[in-house]
């Protein structure tokens, strides 16, 4: 196939996708249309006339508040999907944030779903109505999941994924999928087939990836819940980047098995799928949901661990009553930006006043255990995205800077290839290095004063807020979530609050960890950033999906509650 | 080191290990011990005067008698040590199946436990006093685990390993570490430094392996619970050709870290460890203790599922009242031998007696499930081999033949090394696999008439019972176990009958599937196999040890209470 052809093929997929999207809903939108220098699109949905009252109503409703209203018959399943859909095709309009579209499939599901509530004034299952959006990698039958190649246009699934199969058996509404970068190995989102999704909260930004489509979707409220995935952060980075919620299980608790991947069959340190949300409730239902309907029986790499309640009452860390928090404020390698540690210094802040304890993190070896997944990763990723891209002849996306910048270009994640014997020395490396970073937390029960080691880590997700285009990876390296994989610790993120022209100035530092650090500081200005979201992520051990969304609930009713207090200072 | 030195260095070893042994018990057993051609050798111990009638009685008691009368204070851990050490002893004259020997280690912690005791009132532990023998890969603080490799010879362990601490953290006293062939990689048990453990039932027989010294040693009642592992079928051979029962649990719910291996970093197909027992209450008793000490705050990859009473009293499982059981007779590939399909069918009886439901097992891919598991073990075992090796010039075991007999040699873990990316693609074919195989067994709900899928598999161990030295792989590939290991499943061996000149004689076929079965079927003949056990596996799916070792009582029980309805008719 000649360099044409791919850059055909994509184009009509393109065209494709435009049909897909209702005529009449776009005609609608022409008037007040952001252009492009504007950079904050995220009140645009509310003002642009396509929703109605009732419609803005709904797609402002958290899950926690949609579900009640959906089983109560307040609402109905069309209705609901009618909004999100709206509203998420306002969203793709403005950020570029969908793959993609199937309305017509969703509305005939939703009238199919209120019929049956008519019929037996019963709900199909826990998501009655709910409408959720799903990264492009999750396979619906019919569909395709180009996950970013030209080569995969035209692969239509033969069948559901597991997760797409539960979701729909609960009686959630499927209606989009969301963009990915090509490879999926990027904390950027851009490929050759729908280009790149940009960040609402100021459009010269990135969305973070991979699950960045996601990421722009739901912080404009054109879903209530999303599906990402996460192999070093592609849950966390554009939730952080984009001020939503989103949690990294723990490897299998939500089952894979169906799902369009990249550099398949390495299957060492696994990306895992997780819900984003604009509310740790809708996190904590989807995960319960999807964990009650025991995915180990469709999923053989699903974890046989049943939801736990005693656990999600923080049975192991007293119940919740004094926690004891440690603060990463640096990995020693990159130092984060200020807008980062003020969120940090926020969120100790908000703690102590609610009653917990909060200590300083120490970080161990995080170079070292992010090396060994970049070697994992990269020991056969080369080949892998050769086979794939041969098909077409579609270039691998070395650089995600925008053509017009000239810089150079990076994809840390093209490896030369090793021997996989070379690869087992890696992994017991990785192995090692687990066991000591277990035996380094269970040691912090002698200074938490708990009687327990320390309940969960508050970590920034990236040194830096979203990005510039293209300086994804320049800019954060994705260490500081990478490390949580390598070690498959369960962790969500938390958005803080946004950059402030007048508290995020620079801040002065004497020592560099190294040029790497220095070249991070410097590159540092508010303006850069404006109104980007902050965020952390609260940290907790394997398989304790219960208790990090627990304690998660707990930092964001803290937060909450000290910002509501501290508002008249500002 | 030139060729001579291993040989020294493995013979000082040697030297090392007598004496470690108790002079005046060796000294005691010169009178009537078997010679060569004595090939049944499981009642000598009774009768050679080492032990006294307490002694005896305590050695012939099961787990469940002895952890009631240690906590009752009846019989003492130090006399309860001294009786397990003395016929440990023995068993290791018998069938050479010790390599640590550690007797006043145990014997000091032993009177330590007694003097806990007095002082108190109180056990230590759930297994106080009680010994327990560890496969030699089972790290013990400054004491060497050679795993049948001369190289490591003097390497001595500077921690114990985690399950060794749980379970000295619970009372059991660790006395002696068991033997192992060379890369732990052969279904026999055989090395420069030990030599080559023999059947107790038939000492002409191999005892299995690669937990060989497990075998032979608990089944002469030297050890009441041993600890082994399986990567392949483990702990599953020696058990059905020793005559005792074995448990390989799924991947992570015992903890691996700090124990010796081979091939290591090799982390898509893990090797676990298990109990084996002269009764299934003895495998469960472990199980529920070393789960119910949280193996996951001290072990990384330690699975974070609790002890589930609920799953052991056969909840998912209509509570055991109706069962459907379903028997694999072959696995299209090799045809077991008469003795192991006369053991499926004393089961099959035994279980429609005591009202259960039998069907058939229709296997699914065995051929190619396994033949992933051997190209995921050889991408790089060449080359670990080699490096492990070269440290002295060993050679590497190709052949277990004895020396005297001329075989070609065979070595089916020696691989020729692939790169990483040649391995995803055989990890994929894997998953891919699992998942057709997890499908597979949900389908059988359609036929089992318990509107639930088949609660067990009723399996062969291997197409052969004990085979003649060397014949461990020619008889054996491992199939009938490893397709387990492969799919992750919770799989037991029990212990069903012996070989019968009578009942077992040749049984005629007119088809073969292939000429490796016409070859294997050809190679019966009941003398051969003389009073060899007979053995069976119960097989249950991911993460179901509970409700495995609830079945297996079930199987057990209708099989003695088959064979006692029936001995009259014998």
């Not at 899950?63 to 306002?90: D, M, N, Q, Y």
């Not at 270009?409 to 017991?428: E, F, N, P, R, T």
């Not at 320390?454 to 997700?461: E, G, K, N, Y």
Request: with cysteine.
């Amino acid at each position: 196939m000649s360099t044409l052809d791919w850059k055909i093929l994509a184009a009509q997929k393109k065209a494709r996708q435009l049909t897909s999207v209702p005529k009449e809903w776009l005609a609608r939108l022409t008037s007040n249309f952001p252009v492009q220098t504007d950079l904050d699109v995220t009140s645009y949905a509310s003002t642009c006339g396509l929703l109605d009252g009732r419609e803005l109503d709904i797609t402002h409703s958290d899950v926690e508040t949609l579900l009640p209203k959906l089983s109560a018959g307040e609402w109905t399943a069309v209705e609901v999907t009618t909004a999100f859909c709206k509203r998420a095709i306002v969203a793709q309009q403005l950020t570029n944030c969908l793959t993609e579209i199937f309305i017509d499939r969703a509305l005939a599901r939703a009238a199919e779903l209120d019929e049956h509530y008519k019929k037996t004034g019963k709900v199909v299952g826990l998501l009655h109505g709910l409408p959720v959006s799903l990264k492009d990698q999750v396979n619906i039958k019919g569909l395709e999941s180009t996950i970013g190649y030209v080569s995969y246009i035209n692969k239509f699934a033969d069948r559901d994924a597991v997760l797409a199969e539960i979701l729909e058996a609960e009686g959630a509404v499927l209606y989009v999928k969301t963009n990915v970068p090509q490879t999926l190995m990027w904390s950027e989102t851009h490929n050759h087939i729908f280009g790149r999704t940009l960040n609402p909260y100021n459009r010269s930004l990135a969305a973070g990836g991979s699950s960045g489509g996601e990421g722009a979707l739901i912080a404009l409220r054109g879903s209530p819940l999303g599906v990402g995935s996460d192999l070093a952060g592609s849950v966390r980075i554009p939730s952080a980047f984009c001020g939503i919620y989103g949690l990294r299980p723990s490897t299998g608790r939500i089952p894979y098995s169906g799902c369009a991947n990249s550099i398949e069959g390495q299957d060492s340190l696994l990306s895992v799928l997780g819900p984003m949300s604009n509310s740790i409730a809708g996190l904590r239902l989807f995960m319960k949901t999807v964990v009650n309907a025991k995915p180990w029986t469709k999923d053989p790499l699903g974890a046989c661990k049943r939801w736990s309640e005693e656990e999600y009452q923080l049975a192991d860390h007293g119940g919740g009553k004094q926690l004891c928090f440690a603060v990463l404020w640096d990995d020693g390698i990159v130092a984060p930006h200020p807008p980062i540690l003020r969120g940090l210094e926020m969120t100790k802040e908000a703690l102590i006043r609610a009653g917990h304890k909060v200590i300083d993190w120490v970080p161990l070896k995080h170079e070292e255990i992010c090396e060994c997944a970049v070697r994992i990763y990269t020991a056969g990723s080369k080949e892998d995205f050769e086979v794939v891209t041969a098909v077409t002849g579609e270039p691998i996306i070395r650089s995600m800077f925008p053509e017009t910048v000239d810089t150079p270009s990076v994809h840390d994640y093209i490896g030369q290839g090793i021997s996989a014997y070379q690869l087992w020395q890696v992994q017991k490396k990785r192995r090692d290095l687990r066991e000591e970073y277990l035996r380094h937390w269970q040691d912090t029960i002698t200074i938490t004063g708990t009687g327990r080691p320390v309940d969960a880590i508050i970590s920034p997700v990236a040194p830096v807020a979203a990005p510039p285009h293209g300086h994804g990876r320049t800019m954060n390296r994705a260490y500081y979530t990478m490390v949580f994989n390598v070690l498959d610790y369960s962790a969500l993120a938390i958005p803080v609050s946004k950059v402030s022209q007048r508290l995020d100035v620079q801040r002065e530092r004497q020592t560099f960890f190294n040029d790497h650090d220095k070249a991070h500081h410097d590159s540092y200005n508010p303006a850069t950033f404006a109104n980007a979201p902050i965020a952390i992520q609260v940290v907790g051990r394997t398989m304790q999906e219960e208790a990090v969304l627990a304690m998660s609930e707990i930092v964001d009713a803290a937060l909450k509650a000290s910002q509501r207090s501290s508002t008249t200072k500002l």
